[in-house]
């Protein structure tokens, strides 16, 4: 009976409550439709990409500025233009790449806080088109994203250090005090820019606003394309962090490979493909999207430390994708290391196995799911796999077995899908079992 009440308070208020949330620091209002809302949740991870001028040092984007010297800031301005010349940039290809790894959009660093601009604006001479590249590199992207398939992003930040360093104005973030001759000129500018990103490129999906004031870039961008979905400024966007319970709206984490959300070289700690799956999968059942960066070189391309992280994780959702996309929160979102998801009418149910890292090809494992309970039309099945045939193992039988019980529905699975020639695989398993119920 206590069990009962527990999960029906947990139904009650992680599910069908639209509970509030938190609001963004920069969120204030949303005209998001919902239904493009309900889309971005469909599709569910993303890939976003943190680029400018100063990756060329390996150093955090933008940032750097703010407590600069003025030679620095000088040098940073008028030199590093100069040298950025990223003729190896194939927006195409790493639009593949990132669909092969599950994802579904990409969300590219427009401008950043520095205020270089990766498109031929006329608001500024601060531009890529003023470096050995010339070209218009944000056309590049978008073009290179559509034919690959997937939806549209773009990051801006109001904030424009260029902008203050010629209205000589000291580069910072916080407690910067304006005039208002000089605030009503920022929001002109920025409208301007908004103006430019959102009638030159054709339909943009999906807005990540990252600073203030981010009120004229809203309301330009909503104008102009109203089918827009922004995020941060809009709804909640957690960094670095994914949240501590089920919430059954629109929220996006935005996390890094690394420590930093630039190309950093040296003297970083990656995490592994391993880890990002687990990210990606605690996610989605907790009922948001995961937005997974990588910072590209100077050059344009994705190193290789994150290409082989983006491999993995194609490994894996090229299995398991039914389970991460179009999905909803369960009514719990996980058991001791097993994650669920559900399919929208909540018939199935995927269990994703996690922390099992040196699970054999051919063995057996049982579990028990107390939040589950089957009905006369269940069955299951382990994605990927027929269950039929482990490959020079005729003797094993993988066939999928399950039944309830008092203490929930047991379920006893065999990983026979051949992976990794040492026939062990370290990235979790995933159970489908349609036709159940919330055991309350």
Same mark, same amino acid.
């Given at each position: 009976? =206590? ?14 409550? &639209? ?13 998001? &439709? ?5 889309? /971005? ?17 390996? *150093? ?9 010297? @003025? ?8 030199? /590093? ?51 050995? #590249?010339? =070209? ?26 260029? %902008? ?13 005090? /304006? ?21 030159? #490129? ?5 807005? %990540? ?31 670095? =962090? ?39 999968? @605690? ?48 009514? *719990? ?19 994703? *196995? ?21 009905? @006369?039309?269940?069955? *299951? ?50 159970? =489908? ?8």
């Amino acid at each position: 009976m =206590k069990r009962s009440v527990i999960l029906l308070f947990v139904i009650a208020f992680a599910i069908n409550s &639209k509970a509030q949330i938190a609001s963004d620091e920069n969120a204030s209002y949303n005209r998001n &439709k919902p239904e493009r809302e309900e889309w /971005l949740r469909d599709i569910g991870f993303g890939m976003f990409i943190h680029w400018s001028i100063d990756s060329q040092l390996g *150093i955090v984007i933008s940032h750097s500025m703010v407590g600069a010297s @003025e030679d620095y800031t000088n040098r940073f301005i008028k030199d /590093l233009p100069g040298t950025f010349e990223p003729d190896e940039f194939d927006a195409y290809k790493i639009a593949v790449q990132a669909k092969l790894a599950g994802m579904k959009y990409i969300v590219f660093t427009a401008k950043h806080h520095s205020g270089f601009c990766m498109w031929n604006t006329k608001t500024t001479d601060f531009k890529i088109t003023n470096t050995p #590249y010339k =070209k218009d590199i944000l056309k590049e992207y978008v073009e290179g994203v559509r034919k690959a398939g997937l939806a549209v992003g773009l990051y801006y930040s109001p904030e424009d250090f260029k %902008f203050l360093y010629d209205n000589n104005i000291t580069v910072r973030r916080v407690g910067l005090d /304006l005039s208002d001759k000089i605030m009503a000129k920022y929001h002109d500018f920025i409208r301007r820019q908004t103006n430019e990103l959102f009638s030159r #490129y054709g339909k943009i999906d999906v807005l %990540f606003i990252d600073g203030k004031p981010v009120e004229p870039c809203k309301d330009e961008a909503w104008r102009l394309q109203p089918d827009l979905v922004i995020t941060r400024g809009a709804v909640e966007t957690p960094e670095q =962090k994914i949240m501590g319970d089920i919430r059954d709206v629109l929220w996006e984490s935005c996390i890094t490979m690394g420590t930093q959300w630039q190309y950093k070289p040296t003297n970083d700690e990656l995490k592994s493909g391993t880890k990002l799956i687990e990210m990606l999968i @605690e996610t989605r059942a907790k009922g948001g999207n995961l937005l997974l960066n990588i910072g590209l070189d100077p050059y344009g391309k994705i190193p290789d430390p994150e290409s082989r992280n983006l491999t993995e994780l194609a490994a894996w959702c090229f299995i398991n994708q039914e389970a991460v996309q179009a999905v909803r929160p369960w009514i *719990i979102s996980h058991e001791d290391n097993i994650w669920f998801t559900a399919s929208k009418d909540r018939k199935t149910v995927y269990a994703i *196995i996690t922390g099992i890292y040196d699970w054999t090809r051919g063995d057996r494992k049982d579990f028990i799911l107390r939040s589950v309970k089957a009905t @006369e039309n269940t069955k *299951i099945s382990v994605l990927g796999q027929n269950s039929l045939v482990v490959e020079y193992n005729p003797g094993i039988n993988p066939e999928c077995r399950f039944r309830q019980t008092e203490k929930g529905l047991e379920i006893s699975v065999v990983r026979a899908q051949r992976i990794y020639n040492n026939s062990k695989w370290p990235n979790p398993v995933t159970v =489908k079992i349609e036709n159940v119920v919330p055991n309350l």
